[in-house]
């Protein structure tokens, strides 16, 4: 069954917003075998409606029109696929009831051009909106002589999405071959995608039967493995198949094999291992801790940190000997030791954590150039650190090295020895 | 003249990636008065492409198609719009030599699938790629009988922007009606949209020439103030006019008058006050020091700051006393100023903050609910503290206690007393 997803609103033609909603549209159908041919994004204005759902009946079976079923004059979208199949659009006095009946329970009077949101367009089977006023609307009907299936739910995500997946795609079941979609998501990081594409294409390629995405970006590479056959046990055990031989062929890059972020997998092995961190930051400038902080529970084995830019601070919160800096320099890989031993120590913790860098733009000199930074890790009676030279801009480079970070931890609590 | 983006890509019809060059595409038409109507989404499927660039010939003036110029064999875009023309693609010679050329340059054997890129739709100019090797095409043409333009360029956004911006508009400019695009972003915080659309309704609607959009997220509101005019200074003059009179509206919520971004706002600040700035963390955890380094040269003024989780790091880096976290608990007002003053002190800076409380989504009581956050500013001599009250999840929670601070350090800056 092919499909067009068509997100309808003026704001989604402008430089500012984007349809997203389709993304999970599209996850959905997917598991249901569907595939999404097209998607189109078109205004609030009557005439371009028409046009785009026509030239979507036109094109495939099944239509999600999003958004346009609201209460104002911008919301045309009933009004252009009933003329698009030359039907009329009719008041629904059950509608209309219910509405009513709604507002009543709230004690609002209702505003007049509420009553919009109970037309329908003839021959629609109305979806109910668990969470807002407008409802969806279900056609199964014909096109130049065809059948088609138009689906129409409303834009704000937060009735778009359960209306698709509990409403929509039931329904959708009901109507296409049964076919169970299997799906995992590894992740892996500190690999270029190059190669982690020249050492899993020769394994996945065999795999006919089950598709593989790899996606790199935000310093990792994700690999989404999904099958689809008619028993559910026999996708799953394809896709599991595959997944553990791509682990093995990725070996100690992979950090998750359900999708986990890394951050995750970092507080979710210290919780495991029951070992605490601290970490000392300079050029992340608290990027690291923000990261890890943002797992919920994280306050149980990550104790706390230092955001160092100052020299001073470097002393005075992560014991490093103003010596040592005068001797190394701020950017040195002994820094970045004494940081990780000194605010290991200091609070307390098992494992340390120092960065020290240059993000830029500014800041680099012939021998220390933008983009070098050193991550440092203190545990089990041992400091070391890493040098690394990351490319890009200061945000890319400052992201770069909390993955580098987080990756070292993951790493030292994995393999200790 | 109305606009079509066709963006062309089998990942882009899936859950994981998304079209974003098109809301560039759309800024730089936008700028010289050209209207983007409809944008559709393909993959790499022939048959698809040519519905989709006939489906966009039959109902705009400008069909800009990006993507599938490469030289694989999914690389489709050229024969599609040939077909949708009913015309041939044929190689080009001079296109050829330099493709060869600037292989021997590099002296790398080009691979013959790179010919593929010489191919060009008959017809069409070439638009050079200064980024990569996959020229773009322009086509001034007919279908069924009216003047269309179809523009092509490639996918990848290091070589679709520059292409667009530096080769296509100023072609398109010499084409259609000269109109010059004045423009203003005023951004504000610590408002609630409805309240600030209630300020502003009643101003921006008497400006008929000028548009306003207001977009709220993250945290703030974003007010995009445009003007098109025959005469550049017309436009500016009227968007200025506007932007100085919601300027005054928002008062001192407004934080921005030309687009920059609350953290950059307050480092700027900093340095032009030459005051410094710590900051003592808990709920956060370094959310509020990572933006503020996010900005670059902000180590000028911003000194550091200490991620608090625990107890006992709030007494040694914040010199929080003990008995002050036993009487009120670490999440109170009282605790909050204690961090400010004792990190401003501890690292020796004019300016100290303090955040606490519960991001949840587990530590929650009846008397400090999920959401319950201190934040205060510790500056002249004074300390002071403010409760708030956040609804949402734990990034949604930290985003915002984040965003209060910046935004109480920009007022005790802007108004010292």
Redesign the interface.
């Given at each position: 069954m092919k499909c067009e997803i068509i997100a309808v609103g003026s704001?989604?033609?402008?430089?500012?917003?984007?349809d997203?909603n389709s993304?999970?549209l599209?996850?959905k159908l997917?598991e249901i075998g569907v595939?999404?041919?097209?998607?189109?994004?078109?205004?609030d204005?009557h005439r371009?409606l028409v046009?785009?759902v026509r030239?979507a009946l036109a094109?495939v079976d099944l239509v999600c029109v999003m958004g346009g079923l609201g209460p104002t004059e911008d919301d045309l979208s009933r009004e252009a696929v009933a003329e698009a199949l030359g039907v009329e659009v009719h008041r629904d006095p059950q509608l209309i009831a219910a509405l009513a009946a709604r507002f009543a329970e709230r004690r609002i009077p209702m505003p007049e051009n509420n009553l919009k949101q109970t037309d329908i367009v003839e021959g629609a089977k109305v979806i109910p909106n668990a969470k807002g006023t407008a409802p969806g609307l279900w056609l199964d009907t014909k096109f130049a002589g065809h059948r088609k299936l138009i689906i129409m739910v409303p834009g704000p995500p937060s009735e778009c999405k359960p209306m698709f997946a509990d409403e929509c795609i039931p329904r959708l079941r009901a109507i296409i071959p049964v076919r169970h979609i299997a799906k995992r998501v590894l992740k892996a990081t500190m690999i270029p995608e190059s190669t982690a594409d020249a050492l899993l294409a020769p394994i996945y390629t065999t795999y006919k039967d089950v598709e593989t995405?790899i996606?790199a970006g935000n310093a990792e590479i994700?690999l989404?493995v999904t099958c689809a056959k008619p028993v559910l046990e026999e996708a799953q055990m394809r896709v599991d198949e595959l997944a553990s031989r791509m682990e093995e062929a990725l070996d100690q890059h992979l950090y998750s094999s359900h999708g986990e972020s890394l951050e995750q997998i970092v507080i979710y092995y210290l919780e495991m291992k029951q070992e605490t961190l601290a970490?000392a930051?300079s050029c992340?400038?608290?990027?690291?801790?923000?990261r890890?902080?943002?797992i919920?529970?994280?306050?149980r084995s990550?104790?706390?940190?230092?955001?160092?830019?100052?020299n001073?601070?470097k002393t005075?919160?992560a014991n490093v000997p103003h010596e040592l800096i005068e001797a190394h320099g701020a950017v040195s890989a002994e820094v970045a030791e004494a940081m990780a031993q000194g605010i290991r120590r200091?609070?307390?913790a098992s494992i340390g954590v120092g960065i020290t860098g240059i993000?830029?733009?500014?800041g680099g000199t012939e021998t220390k150039p933008v983009g070098l930074v050193y991550v440092a890790v203190s545990y089990n009676g041992k400091t070391e650190s890493m040098e690394c030279n990351f490319r890009g801009d200061?945000?890319r480079i400052?992201l770069w090295a909390s993955q580098q970070a987080l990756d070292l931890i993951r790493r030292k609590l994995m393999w200790p020895h």
């Open positions: 704001e989604l033609l402008t430089p500012y917003r984007q997203t993304l999970y599209t996850e997917n595939i999404v041919h097209f998607k189109t994004i078109v205004g204005r371009d046009n785009a030239a094109r995405t996606l994700q989404h970490v930051e992340t400038g608290g990027l690291l801790a923000q890890l902080t943002s919920s529970g994280s306050s990550f104790l706390g940190g230092a955001v160092v830019y100052s001073e601070l005075d919160f200091r609070v307390g993000a830029g733009p500014g200061r945000d400052r």
